[in-house]
């Protein structure tokens, strides 16, 4: 053996000591965090930004295919919270109102909790989490439009035809009665066009809260539970959630209780920019501001996981 061969195997065998030792000192990195995250309380923000951020992305790059089916999925399933409300006010003739209205939002928050744990794809929730990976500058604005308008015009699609399916269903069972579908789509159009949207801004605002509220929470239940309480709360406030109302406001088109399509744009516009700026401004930027000013502010005492956040 050469004394240049066996230079060169020492050099392999330091180098694979190298990262080996570089390896394992990510693994230990990786374990400590894990560690901290599971000792704390609650999840650190930090944690919960990187998450949003990395689910925000894969959703971001996924095919066009992909995103088209999950909306169209959300969107159907998301109108078993109309379903359930029209059969609620349908029965509740000897309820007081206000037991009536404490049904009816948990009724509302039925389809979300389907939609959010079946891993559909929902607008409201993409009004935020979608935005995480922009703001932290790994994903264009092109590609953000794109994860947008898929994912609108297939929740729009779905809700349409659940819509239809639950107006012919529905009265036909007995279950409910023609006029509840006015009753619920004007709730929505008798607005004027400033109340819609600061409404929807609202909406959007408790939406993004949700997605980012999962991704805080270390269960199912506790998921389920977060889910429920803020959905609700859209529901029993009557706020104007972009697809849940288009069937709301379509099923009252389809029943013929007066609703038109003219009803139908009116609301839809105004609901949809009043989600989109709650999701992306009061939720995605000020949640990505204030934890990237906070880890700034704090001594690293251990190194980020990918993605980074931008200082």
Known sequence: MTVDNVKKGRNDEEEMMQ????????????ESEAEIDTAEPRKPARRILEQEI???LGEIQRSTAGLLMAGLSAGLDVGFSVLLIAVVLTRADNLNPLATELLVANMYSVGFIIVILGRSELFTEHTALAVMPLLNGQTTLRALGRLWGLVYVSNLVGGAAIAGLIVVTAPALGVVTEPVFGDL????????????????????????????LVAASRDTIGQIVLIWLVTSAIGFSHLHHSIVGSVEVLAGLFAGQGITWAHFGHFLL?????????????VALVKYSHVVRSEAEMPKTRPLNKPDLMP
């Open 185 to 212: 789509a004007r709730r929505m159009v008798d607005h004027s066009w400033w109340v819609i949207l600061l409404s929807g801004v609202l909406a959007g605002w408790l939406m993004g809260l949700v997605s980012w």
């Open 19 to 30: 990262d080996a030792v570089s390896t394992n000192e990510e693994n230990q990195n990786e």
């Open 270 to 282: 105004w609901a949809t920019l009043g989600n989109s700026i709650g999701g992306a401004v009061f």
């Open 54 to 56: 990395s689910e925000g």
